[in-house]
């Protein structure tokens, strides 16, 4: 009997607990981002006030948060999310906080006059979530944007000073689900990055020094998500091989996931050497990915890309030589592109007979010195320029057509051009067009605003 009356006790204390308990969802659009997590991790793991935390994919869920972060990924997530904000809104308790973070927030004016949101965290993360978790005032958080009668009021960010042991993600039940470009997850190894491409907010996101991540906290991570489900992993940063111990943090990633399950993405042609090269083949699926960009010095020039076509041809050789697979990126329709920057490109590619390759056509991203040479404007952007072949398609989808089905044949294992690739290769380059002019409408005033980012 007193047993009973000490449970039913204590179940009426839990009930309340959990009513006063703070509750926060992390909302990743469309897949989990590793950026998500992390943020979830900090409001579930770091010292301080208990929250429940959820993390969720999509906008629609049921209940009331104190806290709604919105991680975004991409700039067209403010004008989807703009469209659910007031349902949104109705999720949030009274006081409670609409919160964005991402890439896109490194420019908080750009956010706020898409999204009526509450406050914008800018750079990262983990400082002002954690001051925002133990209740801090907006007005005291280092790294947040929010906005007051007299306009937009910036706390300048501040860099996380430990890294190198930094806070344990929160992982999905469901991230062996997932697979973004054949990995599961990837995981961050490291921070910042000394180069500066002009498309590219890596560099002014976290800064030109490298901050490396312990070998031994990154293992107690891959372990985690292992025992999660997750399969594929990849390590990421940037330039991953820029990792202060590439070759030791690959060799014992591997011995915990497996050679056949690591990948080392996105790695820079002039950050290679026989040890780089050889830790790829021995401890992961034995492919490098360079960003190659172009085929024209006067574009890679124009791109900061700091590299020349000389050394991509070089590193292919190099990576070929070691047994390496190798895989490029380009970027077609920059500002500027002439026809014959293209052809060069196209020859490149005809030329290397990579192993795979992916083409985009340039996008602004906010904060980027892309995105403020686009505001400027100029009658050399391929992506307004109408094509004089194919009708109803800019110069820029053109030029991303044409190199995707090139890239098809010219390569080691050449493609099938049958009819459905040929629609698929249409409709995803169509695709990438419409969305890039979207992003480059918001940032130039064709839907209403012209936008200046004060970083840049
Ligand atoms: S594209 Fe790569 S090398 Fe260039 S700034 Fe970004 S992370 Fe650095």
């Given at each position: 009997?007193?047993?009973?009356?000490?449970?039913?006790?204590?179940?009426?204390?839990?009930?309340?607990?959990?009513?006063?308990?703070?509750?926060?969802?992390?909302?990743?659009?469309?897949?989990?981002?590793?950026?998500?997590?992390?943020?979830?991790?900090?409001?579930?793991?770091?010292?301080?006030?208990?929250?429940?935390?959820?993390?969720?994919?999509?906008l629609?869920?049921?209940?009331?948060?104190?806290?709604?972060?919105?991680?975004?990924?991409?700039?067209?997530h403010l004008l989807e999310i703009g469209d659910s904000i007031q349902e949104l809104?109705?999720?949030?308790?009274?006081?409670?906080?609409?919160?964005?973070?991402?890439?896109?927030?490194?420019?908080?004016?750009?956010?706020?006059?898409y999204l009526d949101?509450?406050?914008?965290?800018?750079?990262?993360?983990?400082?002002?979530?954690?001051?925002?978790?133990?209740?801090?005032?907006?007005?005291?958080?280092?790294?947040?944007?929010?906005?007051?009668?007299?306009?937009?009021?910036?706390?300048?960010?501040?860099?996380?000073?430990?890294?190198?042991?930094?806070?344990?993600?929160?992982?999905?039940?469901?991230?062996?689900?997932?697979?973004?470009?054949?990995?599961?997850?990837?995981?961050?190894?490291?921070?910042?990055?000394?180069?500066?491409?002009?498309?590219?907010?890596?560099?002014?996101?976290?800064?030109?020094?490298?901050?490396?991540?312990?070998?031994?906290?990154?293992?107690?991570?891959?372990?985690?998500?292992?025992?999660?489900?997750?399969?594929?992993?990849?390590?990421?940063?940037?330039?991953?091989?820029?990792?202060?111990?590439?070759?030791?943090?690959?060799?014992?990633?591997?011995?915990?996931?497996?050679?056949?399950?690591?990948?080392?993405?996105?790695?820079?042609?002039?950050?290679?050497?026989?040890?780089?090269?050889?830790?790829?083949?021995?401890?992961?699926?034995?492919?490098?990915?360079?960003?190659?960009?172009?085929?024209?010095?006067?574009?890679?020039?124009?791109?900061?890309?700091?590299?020349?076509?000389?050394?991509?041809?070089?590193?292919?050789?190099?990576?070929?030589?070691?047994?390496?697979?190798?895989?490029?990126?380009?970027?077609?329709?920059?500002?500027?592109?002439?026809?014959?920057?293209?052809?060069?490109?196209?020859?490149?590619?005809?030329?290397?007979?990579?192993?795979?390759?992916?083409?985009?056509?340039?996008?602004?991203?906010?904060?980027?010195?892309?995105?403020?040479?686009?505001?400027?404007?100029?009658?050399?952007?391929?992506?307004?320029?109408?094509?004089?072949?194919?009708?109803?398609?800019?110069?820029?989808?053109?030029?991303?057509?044409?190199?995707?089905?090139?890239?098809?044949?010219?390569?080691?294992?050449?493609?099938?051009?049958?009819?459905?690739?040929?629609?698929?290769?249409?409709?995803?380059?169509?695709?990438?067009?419409?969305?890039?002019?979207?992003?480059?409408?918001?940032?130039?005033?064709?839907?209403?605003?012209?936008?200046?980012?004060?970083?840049?």
């Amino acid at each position: 009997m007193f047993l009973v009356k000490v449970f039913a006790c204590k179940k009426v204390f839990c009930e309340k607990e959990k009513v006063l308990r703070k509750r926060a969802i992390v909302i990743s659009p469309g897949i989990y981002t590793y950026g998500a997590s992390v943020i979830a991790g900090i409001l579930e793991r770091c010292p301080g006030v208990d929250i429940d935390v959820t993390l969720s994919k999509g906008l629609h869920f049921e209940g009331k948060f104190d806290y709604i972060f919105l991680s975004l990924s991409s700039t067209l997530h403010l004008l989807e999310i703009g469209d659910s904000i007031q349902e949104l809104k109705r999720k949030c308790k009274d006081g409670g906080l609409i919160v964005v973070g991402g890439p896109v927030s490194q420019c908080p004016e750009f956010v706020f006059r898409y999204l009526d949101c509450d406050v914008v965290v800018i750079g990262e993360g983990e400082i002002p979530v954690e001051m925002m978790k133990n209740g801090y005032a907006i007005e005291e958080i280092d790294g947040v944007a929010y906005k007051e009668n007299r306009g937009i009021v910036i706390n300048p960010p501040k860099q996380l000073p430990d890294i190198e042991h930094r806070t344990l993600p929160k992982i999905p039940k469901d991230i062996s689900e997932q697979d973004v470009r054949g990995a599961n997850v990837y995981i961050e190894t490291h921070r910042g990055c000394k180069f500066n491409c002009s498309f590219c907010q890596v560099s002014e996101f976290f800064g030109r020094e490298i901050r490396s991540r312990s070998i031994d906290n990154i293992v107690e991570e891959v372990k985690e998500f292992k025992k999660a489900g997750v399969k594929k992993i990849a390590v990421s940063g940037g330039t991953s091989s820029l990792y202060y111990k590439f070759r030791d943090l690959l060799e014992t990633v591997s011995s915990v996931i497996g050679k056949n399950n690591l990948s080392a993405p996105d790695i820079r042609v002039d950050t290679i050497n026989e040890e780089t090269l050889d830790a790829i083949r021995e401890y992961t699926i034995g492919w490098v990915f360079f960003g190659m960009e172009s085929g024209s010095d006067r574009m890679l020039k124009r791109m900061r890309k700091g590299i020349k076509v000389g050394d991509i041809i070089e590193a292919r050789e190099a990576a070929k030589q070691q047994g390496v697979k190798v895989a490029g990126s380009f970027i077609v329709g920059y500002p500027g592109e002439r026809e014959e920057d293209y052809e060069k490109t196209k020859e490149l590619v005809e030329d290397l007979y990579l192993d795979d390759c992916f083409i985009s056509i340039a996008e602004p991203i906010p904060g980027t010195e892309l995105a403020e040479e686009v505001i400027k404007g100029g009658a050399d952007n391929p992506l307004f320029i109408q094509s004089k072949r194919i009708r109803n398609m800019s110069v820029a989808e053109e030029r991303a057509l044409d190199l995707m089905l090139t890239s098809y044949v010219a390569r080691e294992r050449p493609l099938t051009l049958s009819d459905d690739l040929y629609e698929k290769t249409l409709k995803e380059v169509r695709k990438q067009g419409e969305d890039i002019r979207k992003v480059t409408q918001m940032i130039t005033g064709g839907l209403g605003y012209v936008y200046n980012c004060g970083y840049l």
